[in-house]
Nanobody
Framework: QVQLVESGGGLVQPGGSLRLSCAASGFTLDYYSIAWFRQAPGKEREGVGCINSSERSTYTADSVKGRFTISEDNAKNTVYLQMNSLKAEDTAVYYC???????????????WGQGTQVTVSS
């Protein structure tokens, strides 16, 4: 059973940084993509970025480009979302999701984590 566990959320002041982690387990395929999404209260879920295991390609949404970076530690089966220069509008629950055998450009994802809250406030 594939499992994704997010961690690293919390309260941070505007301009601060956080690093979220998404630890993946329960699969052995080499080709997969892991994406980060977020959802703020009253808003639709938004894709933040994605990394593909085989292509080593990463994508970030325009709303976070230049501030957020996605990376992966294959030895730990963990994907990170480094968030810098955080703004109040980045406040949301952040989720990671995985799709096995496909690239980042997907509308549906196979498995989701439980989410971690990020609150940016002074």
């Amino acid at each position: 059973q594939v499992q994704l566990v997010e961690s690293g959320g919390g309260l941070v002041q505007p301009g601060g940084s956080l690093r979220l982690s998404c630890a993946a387990s329960g699969f052995t395929l080499d080709y997969y993509s892991i994406a980060w999404f977020r959802q703020a209260p009253g808003k639709e879920r938004e894709g933040v970025g994605c990394i593909n295991s085989s292509e080593r390609s990463t994508y970030t949404a325009d709303s976070v480009k230049g501030r957020f970076t996605i990376s992966e530690d294959n030895a730990k089966n963990t994907v990170y979302l480094q968030m810098n220069s955080l703004k109040a509008e980045d406040t949301a629950v952040y989720y990671c999701a995985i799709v096995v055998g496909k690239n980042c450009h997907q509308r549906t994802w196979d498995y989701w984590g439980q989410g971690t809250q990020v609150t940016v406030s002074s």
